[in-house]
């Protein structure tokens, strides 16, 4: 009796606290551009995604920590067109 329901449902890891958790349980998130990061309800904008869970501290972190990301993504291309300049 009371089966997990996690059998096929895909799992996704908060990108703030490592938890797994069934993707529709997080929030997502988006890259829209190098500049701008989107919460996602739909779970279908394309980019490059990143999920959250649910918790306050998480989602307050959300911004913080994957603008942080998409910054270093920028930061290292930067850094080899100088290296090549
Ligand atoms: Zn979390």
């Known amino acids: 009796m009371g089966r997990p329901a996690t059998g ?3 799992l996704r890891t908060c990108r703030v606290c490592r938890t797994q958790s069934p993707k529709h349980e997080l929030e997502r998130w988006v890259a ?9 309800p739909t779970y279908q904008l394309p980019g490059r995604g990143w999920y959250t869970c649910k918790q306050a501290d998480c989602s307050r ?3 913080k920590v994957i603008s942080g990301q998409a910054r270093g993504l920028r930061a290292r291309r930067q850094k ?4 090549t300049a």
């Open 32 to 40: 829209v551009s190098e500049t701008e990061t989107r919460l996602d």
């Open 61 to 63: 972190q959300a911004i």
């Open 8 to 10: 096929h449902t895909p």
């Open 80 to 83: 080899q067109a100088q290296a």
